[in-house]
């Protein structure tokens, strides 16, 4: 028993101070940190000896995370004197991590940051769409830094002696300039928004159930049983109008050429994705009729798109029962690869099943229209059984591995550029790359989450911003425009015969020395 007991004691001993060592001291890190810091999937160390002069806060793996190789992401972190440095953090790198490496990298004394009563902080400085300037103070605990990040935002290392605004009314203009350059459509990435998109799209054509497609047909309408279908034909008609409102809220022809530019690359690159539906709203949003009268804008877009949007017709042409369509959807069943279909058209085929078959017939349920219908729906449901490539967060995800660029899913995704290795600057010049990249991702997202507040459904504002764009006069207008033009075109030039000869009076013409004379011609 006394053996017994002394062992115990002795591993009881054991125990609390690996638990010591393990947690660390309540005065540097808070209570919020010691238990967190105990309960997560990394050990934060905080030692004063010698093999540590400088101090500080050490990562150590656990055994949860011993095989597991975290996605590194590049943060972009600024000082107070604004200047910035490109840091490699992952998802679990803290803000107390985050200021240390920060630090190193402005090559400052890790030992004056931990030691001296001269504490930093990580902030978080934004700027709404209202120009107002938001600085967050983060705890030195949390982590999911990169996820935080959205357009208009810097990340700060804050000394703690300095009180008040770091962000002074210059920056906060040229943050404020640069999230709405961001945010634009002829600046963002074509492939990547039509990947987003079709992700998107994806998601919510899979969520439709079969049930919801009779339920449509019969028209059995109630609260829950036709959800889903709805939301994803309102998305359809919703891209349809996101096109009309970006090109018609531009007023330079150019740029709003540009845009007619970025919008058939989406379709093009939808078609290569498969979302069928995607490029069929695209196609109509372009051919819609306060776009589509926009001449001056046309003219500015090169043959080469012309001939791309042209191509891209040709599968939404009526001809043969859609019959260019209906062989591209027939392949890409067959391939076994997931596809989004037209949706009017899916709709147009279970109505002319429907309507051209009776339910009863003699007083009995029609089981060849019911059959037909099963095999309809079914049809349907196939066509995307699967997210794509299997890995929905992965393909849209660029950020790429440390030594090199490789991707997934290369339709999705757009490969960094390589650069010489004898550069000097190849290392910055390789983070300000990945950083940009993922910056690119941020700004896509955050376009598609704030694409509903922009668009508009009304025809008759969307007429009236076209005309805005370019004025052209129509109907009755035109002819009484054109009349009153031709009544002066003869005032001003009129004819008076003499003898055999007509002589015309053209009107009065300043010549250099700035008197006035007739200018007469015989014909």
Wanted: glycine share 4%.
């Amino acid at each position: 028993k006394h053996r017994t007991k002394s062992l115990t004691e002795r591993n009881r001993a054991v125990k609390g101070e690996r638990s010591a060592t393990a947690t660390p001291d309540s005065s540097v890190f808070g209570e919020e940190d010691s238990a967190s810091s105990s309960n997560g999937r990394y050990s934060v160390l905080s030692d004063y000896n010698s093999h540590h002069p400088g101090g500080g806060y050490t990562l150590r793996p656990t055994r949860s995370n011993a095989g597991i190789e975290l996605k590194k992401h590049i943060l972009k972190l600024y000082y107070i004197d604004h200047s910035f440095r490109y840091i490699t953090v992952t998802l679990l790198t803290r803000a107390c991590e985050v200021i240390q490496l920060g630090l190193q990298e402005y090559r400052a004394d890790s030992a004056t940051f931990y030691t001296s009563n001269e504490h930093h902080h990580l902030c978080l400085v934004t700027v709404d769409s209202n120009g107002i300037v938001k600085t967050s103070l983060l705890p030195p605990t949390i982590s999911n830094l990169p996820s935080r990040y959205e357009p208009g935002s810097r990340f700060y290392i804050k000394p703690s002696y300095i009180i008040g605004s770091i962000c002074p009314n210059e920056v906060a203009d040229e943050m404020f300039q640069e999230s709405a350059d961001l945010v634009k459509l002829v600046n963002l990435d074509a492939e990547r928004l039509a990947a987003r998109l079709t992700l998107r799209d994806s998601t919510m054509f899979r969520a439709i159930s079969s049930t919801e497609y009779i339920s449509d047909i019969f028209k059995c309408y109630s609260p829950n049983n036709m959800k889903r279908l709805q939301e994803f034909i309102d998305l359809s008609n919703a891209e349809r109008w996101w096109v009309c409102t970006e090109v018609v809220n531009e007023r330079n022809n150019n740029i709003r050429a540009k845009i007619i530019k970025v919008f058939i690359k989406l379709a093009s690159t939808s078609k290569q994705l498969n979302n069928l539906n995607a490029m069929f709203s695209i196609i109509s949003g372009l051919e819609h009729a306060s776009v589509s009268r926009l001449k001056t804008t046309w003219d500015r877009v090169s043959a080469k798109y012309k001939r791309m949007l042209n191509d891209l017709k040709t599968y939404i042409n009526p001809m043969r029962n859609m019959g260019e369509y209906r062989a591209l959807l027939k392949t890409v069943s067959q391939s076994g690869a997931p596809c989004i279909p037209m949706f009017p058209i899916v709709q147009k085929d279970l109505a002319v099943i429907h309507m051209s078959n009776d339910t009863y017939v003699d007083g009995m349920v029609n089981f060849d229209k019911l059959r037909l219908l099963s095999e309809k729906v079914h049809s349907l449901s196939v066509l995307c059984p699967k997210p794509y490539q299997g890995f929905e967060q992965e393909a849209v995800d660029t950020t790429h591995d440390t030594m090199g660029d490789k991707t997934k899913f290369i339709a999705l995704t757009s490969p960094i550029k390589k650069h010489r290795k004898s550069s000097s600057h190849s290392h910055n010049s390789e983070h300000k790359l990945r950083y940009e990249d993922e910056l690119m991702n941020v700004c896509i997202q955050y376009y598609i989450d704030n694409l509903d507040s922009r668009i508009i459904a009304d025809e008759v504002q969307l007429e009236v911003l076209s005309q805005l764009c370019e004025f052209t006069l129509t109907g009755s207008r035109r002819s009484s425009q054109q009349k009153r033009t031709t009544s002066l075109s003869r005032i001003s030039s009129f004819s008076v015969k003499a003898g055999s000869s007509t002589h015309i009076i053209m009107p009065e013409k300043k010549t250099i020395s700035g008197t006035r004379s007739v200018e007469l011609l015989s014909k």
